[in-house]
């Protein structure tokens, strides 16, 4: 598998209204000056005020959006999970994992047979034929991240998966990230609201500030990870003082 690597990546938007014609565009920088290497089964969490750039980043390495200058390196087989599962609302759970397979080449029976899989590892085996407004916000996330890793990505995005659920679904899903990620080793980046989510989760957090990497934090303590542990709250003090 290949790392992944960021060098001098710059983002500009547009901004400006197109009713006035004659006015002037003028540009918002969404990132600037980005060097990131991740290597190859790393578990990485970014995090940041809002606006400085996280999402953008996210969508850079999974190739939606284009960058402005600079050069990225990256592995073909990507996956993304978003805030919402973005289910289609008319296909069953079973329906939604298996769409993207068989659009890859899989006959019916063999995306069937994928998904099935990737469900059960989810825990949403007894849901295969239910509608996702038959699920609870949790089980719909599940969806979304069955239905990311029924590809066998190399790399998995996930941007705020988790940023809409109550504490107790999202310390479930937590558990079930890292035996994912333990029993499959695809390099994760995941961006986060909570910096208490992206220590007990990664081996290394991303620090982001006014649309740039202020700093890259490696977490070395062992998991699983407890708040109470050595080490935790003084991470979360270095973090929160470099993002103030
Ligand atoms: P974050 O995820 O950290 O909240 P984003 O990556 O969404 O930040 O946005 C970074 C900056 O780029 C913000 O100023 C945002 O308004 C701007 N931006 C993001 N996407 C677009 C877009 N499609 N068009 C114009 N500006 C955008």
């Not at 999202?170 to 558990?175: F, G, K, Q």
């Not at 620090?207 to 490696?218: A, F, G, H, Y």
Request: charge should be positive; charged fraction near 25%; include cysteine.
């Amino acid at each position: 598998m290949t790392d992944i690597i960021l060098e001098s990546i710059t983002k500009s938007y547009d901004s400006g209204s197109r009713l006035f014609r004659r006015r002037k565009f003028s540009q918002i920088w969404a990132l600037q000056d980005i060097d990131l290497k991740v290597s190859s089964g790393e578990f990485v969490c970014i995090v940041g005020p809002s606006g400085c750039g996280k999402s953008t980043l996210l969508k850079i390495i999974a190739g939606l959006e284009k960058p402005t200058s600079g050069e990225i390196q990256r592995p073909e087989n990507i996956a993304m999970v978003f805030q919402s599962a973005g289910l289609l609302p008319w296909l069953t759970v079973e329906e939604n994992v298996s769409l993207p397979l068989k659009m890859k080449g899989l006959s019916a029976k063999e995306a069937r047979k994928q998904a099935d899989f990737y469900l059960h590892l989810v825990g949403l085996q007894k849901f295969l034929q239910k509608l996702p407004r038959e699920l609870s916000g949790g089980q719909r996330q599940r969806v979304g991240i069955a239905r990311a890793l029924s590809v066998k990505p190399d790399v998995l995005l996930l941007d705020e998966p988790f940023a809409s659920l109550d504490t107790i679904t999202v310390d479930d899903l937590h558990a079930d990230l890292l035996e994912i990620w333990s029993q499959f080793k695809p390099t994760v980046i995941m961006v986060s609201h909570s910096i208490e989510e992206a220590i007990s989760l990664s081996d290394r957090v991303i620090v982001m500030t006014e649309n740039t990497i202020k700093k890259s934090i490696p977490i070395i303590f062992s998991r699983p990870r407890q708040v109470s542990q050595v080490g935790f709250v003084v991470a979360v003090t270095k973090i929160k003082d470099l993002i103030r």
